[in-house]
């Protein structure tokens, strides 16, 4: 499956964006949907996972009670609806394709190109 991830830009502390990721390949709907960040000079990190089916969703403690992760596997696209955006959130967003549950980049297979988010405070 390729990843294309789209909606990063500069927003003000407080303030929303949508990202979006869209895959191709009719096994979409097969995978395990990620998105991670990488901030200058730190690891990758898990931001949020959805399951098959939307059936389990799954959020890094960053990101609990601020971003929703949706997918929709007729539109093959996932995305992250981030709210109250901090200063602190500023990275690069990727998205993420798995077979199998997990927060470890090491478990995801696929990977989009990145989106840059920079939240000014």
């Known amino acids: 499956v390729q990843l294309q991830a789209s909606g990063g830009g500069l927003v003000q502390a407080g303030g929303s964006l949508r990202l979006s990721c869209a895959a191709s390949?009719?096994?979409?709907?097969?995978?395990?949907m990620g998105w991670f960040r990488q901030a200058p000079g730190k690891e990758r990190e898990f931001v949020a996972a959805?399951?098959?089916?939307?059936?389990?969703?799954h959020y890094g403690d960053s990101a609990k009670g601020r971003f929703t992760i949706a997918r929709d596997d007729a539109e093959l696209t996932v995305n992250l609806h981030m709210n109250s955006l901090k200063p602190e959130d500023t990275a690069i967003y990727y998205c993420?394709?798995?077979?199998?549950?997990?927060?470890?980049?090491?478990?995801?297979?696929?990977w989009g190109q990145g989106t840059q988010v920079t939240v000014s405070s």
């Open positions: 390949g009719r096994a979409f709907s097969t995978y395990i």
């Open positions: 993420a394709a798995a077979r199998i549950f997990g927060t470890s980049p090491s478990r995801y297979d696929y």
């Open positions: 959805i399951s098959r089916s939307s059936i389990r969703q």
